[in-house]
T-cell receptor, first 109, second 120 residues
């Protein structure tokens, strides 16, 4: 069973397009992370959410706790946004982290 | 600089050889963990620890050993490397439980830079 499901698995966009990546989870959580991994690179945390919405530059993350769903939006996408985006949640019972399999984003100039 | 230091970045082994991946953090995090990342599989938990002297198995523990003698260090040992252990390995750390911590800091999750291991 997968505690965290992401969609789409792969995404190709033209530069400037608005992008949405979705994450659904099945466990109770204390926090949700959106992670970014560039090809051959390390994993960095873009956002940590426990409620509501956060914005960093062109990136916006939202979470709906009741519906167990989060979205990552990228406005005015750029080729440097090309990366794998991973949704991770921290269980509020066992404190474990569960990870989605990632969304591979390619932004074409 | 505060963070997770993971070494080596690259390693090539022959089948049957042993090695240790090092992981150290200086953020006083109780929770440390090792993951392997394979194409199409996402991050899979190998072993984790919630404090010095405490370790437990994750989803894919076979062929790997860990120990946690200090809060800072959490090495991953491959006892007899196999080609199936060819992967990218990540160490990550976090606080364990809120324990009076408030705000986003309680749930921070920090990764090491990764180690690419090839077993021939």
């Amino acid at each position: 069973k997968n505690e965290v499901e992401q969609s789409p698995q792969n995404l190709t966009a033209q530069e400037g397009e608005f992008i949405t990546i979705n994450c659904s989870y099945s466990v109770g959580i204390s926090a949700l992370h959106w992670l970014q991994q560039h090809p051959g690179g390390g994993i960095v945390s873009l956002f940590m959410l426990s409620s509501g919405k956060k914005k960093h530059g062109r990136l916006i993350a939202t979470i709906n706790i009741q519906e167990k769903h989060s979205s990552l939006h990228i406005t005015a996408s750029h080729p440097r946004d090309s990366a794998v985006y991973i949704c991770a949640v921290r269980s509020n019972t066992g404190n474990q982290f569960y990870f989605g399999t990632g969304t591979s984003l390619t932004v074409i100039p | 600089n505060a963070g997770v230091t993971q070494t080596p970045k690259f390693q090539v082994l022959k089948t049957g050889q042993s090695m240790t991946l090092q992981c150290a953090q200086d953020m006083n995090h109780e929770y440390m963990s090792w993951y392997r990342q394979d194409p199409g599989m996402g991050l899979r938990l190998i072993h984790y620890s919630v404090g010095a002297g405490i370790t437990d198995q994750g989803e894919v523990p076979n062929g790997y050993n860990v120990s946690r003698s200090t809060t800072e260090d959490f090495p991953l040992r491959l006892l007899s490397a196999a080609p199936s252990q060819t992967s990218v390995y990540f160490c990550a750390s976090s606080y364990w439980g809120v324990r009076g911590r408030t705000g986003d800091g309680a749930n921070v999750l920090t990764f090491g830079a990764g180690s690419r291991l090839t077993v021939l």
